[in-house]
T-cell receptor
């Protein structure tokens, strides 16, 4: 029944290690996202994939590399982890963009439960 | 870069009280969403507003989109402990790469004390 799932839920690792977080959605959506939420609860987009193609790549260190093997999966690999990478990472998915009158757009995003990453 | 502000940042009230939280920007948006995030969980969509001046009700929650589509408010009547959480507004741009993404406000952390 899970709509958007992430693994692992918790990840504790040493500085300098490489780790991956996996995300899967069973909603049939064609767009998936990765967000980072810091200790102050600020939720910021990192990447967005539409039909397996990267469409948004915010200012994120190139140590972070997303991979979308198919529309239902968007994984996040992080190289050479740093202390500042500690945060909660959320995966989300949405339906295709719905265009409204006047060129406006909207969609609804469904979030996974988050992965709490702690870098020691 | 549009400035998006949510206020208040923190709010602690007694059960049964009413409250209003605000989301303001200098930019015009095609639509705006409100999400609630409970501790240890991801944000969950509450409502999407699209038309300037639009008012939507979800039980004890009333959402309003400003006439100029630059601001929104969320009013909760007779707050309950179950309303506790982080309330995030997420407006949406009309076009370009930004139309594929939500820009989240920093949120209002609401605590309803029994």
């Amino acid at each position: 029944d899970t709509a958007v799932s992430q693994t692992p839920k918790y990840l504790v690792t040493q500085m300098g290690n490489d780790k991956s977080i996996k995300c899967e959605q069973n909603l049939g959506h064609d767009t998936m996202y990765w967000y980072k939420q810091d200790s102050k609860k600020f939720l910021k987009i990192m990447f967005s994939y539409n039909n397996k193609e990267l469409i948004i790549n915010e200012t994120v260190p190139n140590r972070f590399s997303p991979k979308s093997p198919d529309k239902a999966h968007l994984n996040l690999h992080i190289n050479s982890l740093e202390l500042g990478d500690s945060a909660v990472y959320f995966c989300a998915s949405s339906q295709a963009i719905r265009k409204l009158a006047g060129g406006r757009v909207m969609n609804e995003q469904f979030f996974g439960p988050g992965t709490r990453l702690t870098v020691l | 870069t549009q400035l998006l502000e949510q206020s208040p940042q923190f709010l602690s009230i007694q059960e049964g009280e009413n409250l209003t939280v605000y989301c303001n920007s200098s930019s015009v948006f095609s639509s705006l969403q409100w999400y609630r995030q409970e501790p240890g969980e991801g944000p969950v969509l509450l409502v999407t507003v699209v038309t300037g001046g639009e008012v939507k009700k979800l039980k004890r929650l009333t959402f309003q989109f400003g006439d100029a589509r630059k601001d929104s408010s969320l009013h909760i009547t007779a707050a309950q402990p179950g309303d506790t959480g982080l309330y995030l507004c997420a407006p949406k741009l009309s076009s370009g790469a930004g139309s594929y993404q939500l820009t989240f406000g920093k949120g209002t952390k609401l605590s309803v004390i029994p």
